[in-house]
Each structure stands twice: as C-alpha cells, then as structure tokens.
C-alpha cells in the first residue's frame, strides 16, 4: 500500500527557511515521478516543484531559486528545501506522485490532476 507522509510544516517569519519531508512507502522513489504542491482555502492544488525519475528538476517561476527538490533514494524520502520564505508561501504544503511510468507536466510541473498518491499535508505559515 502506497504511503506517503510530510512533515516539517511551522510558523517562521519572512526570510526564513524550512525543510518539508516527504516519507514514501509501498514503493521505491526513484520510480515515480514526484512533486510538492501547495493549496490556499478556496484555490487549487498548485505545483510547486517537480522531480522526474531521470533526477530532472522544475519549479514554479514564483520559488525558483529559493525553494530546492531534492531525492534521497536510499531514505525514500523527498525534500522541498524553503529559503527566503515569504508571506505569500503560506500554504498547506502536499507531496503527490504519479503512477509509474508516466510524467504528466503542465508547464513543465507536474499536474496535480495526474496525481495517484497524495500526502496529507503539512501546514506552512509565513509572518511578515
């Protein structure tokens, strides 16, 4: 049974940082294509960053170069790395994957439409 769990949600202040995890079971990482999303009251899902099988990385154009995805196969666990928080990061934060063998991009991020496997996500609260 796929599993996948994230944690590492808090409140910081503007300018901050944060690591969210994501730990996967009931399958191995390096097989699925994955990516976080974050989700305000009222909007949808939105990517936020994709990591592809090849080890191949994309990013909203909103927390490029701020925010990092990252892989540990050996843990099966994935990352999102948050620097220079802002205010307008706040958001509940999921990891998804899609089922394998397939990578389903709308503008280069993975859509959360293709979504097989969802977290329950994880709350990240901004202060300026």
């Known amino acids: 049974q796929v599993q996948l769990v994230e944690s590492g949600g808090d409140s910081v202040q503007a300018g901050g940082s944060l690591r969210l995890s994501c730990a996967i079971s009931g399958y191995t990482s390096n097989n699925y294509c994955m990516g976080w999303f974050r989700q305000t009251p009222g909007k949808e899902r939105d990517g936020v960053a994709t990591?592809?099988?090849?080890?191949?990385?994309t990013y909203a154009n909103s927390v490029k170069g701020r925010f990092t995805v990252s892989k540990d196969n050996a843990e099966n666990t994935l990352y999102l790395q948050m620097n220079d928080l802002k205010p307008e990061d706040t958001a509940m934060y999921y990891c998804g994957a899609e089922s394998p063998g397939a990578c389903s991009k709308v503008a280069g991020l993975l859509h959360s439409a293709y979504v097989s496997y969802w977290g329950q996500g994880t709350q990240v609260t901004v202060s300026s």
């Open positions: 990591i592809d099988t090849d080890g191949s990385t």
